[in-house]
């Protein structure tokens, strides 16, 4: 007997299986990519077909397709592919991957078509009306000539353009003389040749040239490059020389960045450079705008995207070129659900797509630098600034004698006052936002703890508040202290607030901009900040981690870093790299002009040898060393990690249940069993947290031994008190 013939289809629940449906009687198969609705348990969802096979045999009685949403696929097999690849890579449920990697409205059921643009035309009636019928309606009567010169249709833009506006359209709609249609946007060919270009490129350095040129050798096939270039030495350039190559071509080139909020100069270069669309896919898009992007990627007629972390999903029908910039950023590391790297897809997506990948960067991570040494990546490398910009100077000051009220050190206000004397802008860097990290009383010895997490509340003096960084929990400064009624309670440490308080005591006739997401919490204000700041003209600076990145300031002499070296000390063994990435990320907005630059480091440990070897502002040196240790005690990139987070209301639960799960763990050595322990932060928005991790030499013994542990996860009669995960090749330890 012929075995029945089944639908495998992956529906989007966390479990790591297909199933099987039966197909819809009467309607052709359906094609691996496109969405069905399919019954699951009492619900009802939306899936992907993956595939057309046969049914196991003995299976129980299976249930028919609800419905087929799509004829096409709505994933094309590149992206099927990337899906796959991820899903096993990470160990996550296929039908999760493929929903991530779909827009909001068709994971909905919405129709995978461009809305056609609704366009104003003339009815047969309207097209023989007599148009001195319209005589005391002079708007009507020209709405009709208009109309009736354009026998195509209209849309409201073009109305709007020729001065018509609404009313006039719908009183001709009421005699029926004309009509809104909905129809397709024609497709124009794609733009190609010299004509994608709507400035010249600049002349570009001899290192430049070098490394557009191995892109441009490289067109047409898969091949990953680091573009290994220090602060200001012209990588976006090198981008968009190769991007113009695969445009004239008439191909596609997807951009991945970190933030789309702190990227508004490179956009602006973007779309000065080319005349096709830069589509960019930001966090303020409608669900329809973004459907309509993705759609447009997929037809082609999107040129250039432009996206963070998720923007790896969007379909392209002709790729040309993949670009990561700032590569070596964490936000490219989903934090939550589906823990995928998009800077580690990206160069999947690249092979399965068969274009080149570069990765841009000046402080690569040491993964991406081993990629480079093992030759799995080629290096192109800028090792100048352009025109006759220096690398910035980096100075430690000595901050152990600074009283607690004293956040910056004398020789730090000297510095910021000789820089604005002489016009120029300078910046204040730290990296924690508010006013003060915590408040104590001095006659009790209260903190302002969060009552949810192992952690203190900061004290936002703006609005008197208590907030938590880590679960949000927020509630009103205390008149007194809470635990004794005392009176005397002070705030220890510095944040942004405080800082720009100090400033602008201490340089009263200096305009200042503090930058942080409490500022810039309004749509458009950051857009406002960094405006001014291009302006030029003395200023002070005082932000967080979104002014370190990417930025091209020229009018910035001088940055005083506090709290620079909080990550050499850090539990995290990525502490120590991460911060010389911020260090040489924050040192590198300074000096881009011709004057030269300077990053003042406050630090209290000035002869940690690693933060002197920083100061050479040699980012290779000091990865070399960091190298050296990773490779001594096994961590990435040499070995190979996995973490399990696990949290549960009761104090033990999480962690018996992490216990109880590693004896399924292989016992010949080839997997390390760290752990577990409680989290580093043993208590946050009131859940008791506990980690397992688990290292090995080689990938595939890793890779080998966790479905196991997964399964015995699941399995555990704690699993249902706990909230777990597991997170491969986690960035963020703690
Ligand atoms: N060949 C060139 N000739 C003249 N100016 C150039 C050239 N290439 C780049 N520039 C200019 O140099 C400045 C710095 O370039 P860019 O912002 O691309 O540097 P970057 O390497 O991306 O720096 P960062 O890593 O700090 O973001 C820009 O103002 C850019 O216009
Ligand atoms: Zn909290």
Known sequence: ?????????????????????????????????????????????IGIVWEVGEAEPGAHKLRPLRQLLDTDPVLDADLMALCQRAAQYYHHPLGEVLHTALPTLLRQGRAAERPGEPLWRLTARGRHADPAALQRAPRQQQALAVLAEHPGGLSRAMLASLGLSNPPLKALAERGWAELVLTDVPLSPPLTGPAVLAEPALAATAEQHAAIDALLAARGRFAPFLLDGITGSGKTEVYLQAMAAALEAGEQVLVLVPEIGLTPQTIR???ARFSVPVTVLHSGLTDTERLDAWLAAREGSARIVLGTRSAIFTPLAKPGLVVVDEAHDGSFKQQDGFRYSARDLAVWRAQLMNVPVVLGSATPSLETLHNTRSGRFDTLRLTQRTGDA????IVLEDCRQLGP???????????????LQRGRQALVFINRRGYAPMLLCQDCDWQSEC????????????????????CDHQQPVPPRCPSCGSQHLRDMGAGTEKLEQVLRQ???DTPLLRIDRDTTRRKGSLDASLATIQKGGPLLLVGTQMLAKGHHFSGLDLA???????????????GPEHAAQLILQVAGRTGRGSHPGTLLIQTRQPDNPLLQLLTAGDYHRFAEHLLVERQQTGLPPYGHLALVRAESMAPQTALQLLQDSTTVLPADGSVLCLGPIPAPMERRQ????????????????????????????QEHPHSRQCRWHLDVDPVDML
């Open 506 to 508: 201490a340089f009263p």
């Open 451 to 470: 009552p949810r997490c192992d952690a203190n509340m900061t004290w936002h003096r703006s609005d008197r508040s208590l907030r938590c960084h880590h």
């Open 560 to 574: 005083v870093m506090l709290d620079a070296d909080s990550g050499f000390l850090s539990a995290d063994f990525r």
């Open 686 to 713: 009131g859940r008791h947290r506990a980690q397992l991790l688990l290292l090995a030499p080689a990938r595939a013994a890793l890779h080998g031994a966790l479905p196991a542990l997964l399964t015995a996860l």
């Open 269 to 271: 270069r973007f779309r």
């Open 1 to 45: 007997m012929a075995l029945q013939t089944v639908i495998r289809v992956a529906v989007p629940v966390p479990l790591r299986q297909l199933f099987d449906y039966l197909p819809l009687a009467g309607s052709p198969l359906p094609r691996p990519g496109t969405r069905c609705e399919v019954d699951f348990g009492r619900r009802r969802l």
């Open 390 to 393: 220096r690398p910035p100077r």
């Open 405 to 419: 009220d004293q956040p910056l050190s004398p020789r730090s206000l000297e510095a910021l006052g000789t820089t």
